[in-house]
């Protein structure tokens, strides 16, 4: 390496090492990409390996959706080098698994035939997600909530504004400013409608209201906001079947509720 720099030296001379220098430092903190995911039966349990370009420093946070059953892995600061943002799996309770990039980091979403809860760590450049059975999954319907984000601030903060926006292929966005990134949040699908509780947050007046967003053309017909003890609730009203998805980028929340498309079958 440093014969190369010296020889690059007497090329382009020292008012141009400083940039080399910065081109050869660059290379060497290129953020981690997600390279392949597939699947396989490890002690009678389904695995889903994702084989990164790097290591990864931590296992990324996740949380499981009932309906449509789906296990999300958020990876900050994590590209991706597949082709595709589908990949087949259909192996067991395994059907497929989505890439999405939003802001700063890379969302596996792993659809599924049924809900069930997980375990993941990292091993070496991979991180293993090991499937719990599904006849002992029985605790992920019971659950009062699905865990998206734990809360970590110490007193009610209030949100900063709610937003509605139509999305890709008629999408309802609902658009949360959050006081900081440490607010707490539970998603849970209850009946026929999406609960979004804020923990330790307050709302303010202007806040407080029922949205109708019919005339957006989205699954979304009404969102309800109010105040519960510690924790704001918002109720989002879809009709007709529905899925949805959630992403957080620094102190925005964005829930996506779209129609829901037909199984595949193979």
Known sequence: MRMWVKSMVRRVGFRGIGVLLLGVASLSHAEPRIQSISSSIQGGAEVVRIDLSEPLAAVPAGFVVQSPARIALDFPGVGSELQRNAVELNQGNLRMAHVVQAADRTRVVLNLNQPTNYQAEVQGRSLLVSLAPVASAAAVAAAPASVFAESRNDGALPLRDIDFRRGVENAGRVIVDLANNQVGVDIRQQGQNLVVEFLR???????????????????????????????VRMVIEPKGLWEHSAYQSDNQLVVEVRQQKPALTS
């Open 201 to 231: 947050t307050s709302l303010p007046e202007g806040l407080r209201r029922r949205l109708d967003v019919t005339d957006f053309g989205t699954p979304v017909q009404t969102i309800s906001t109010v105040q519960s003890g510690d924790r």
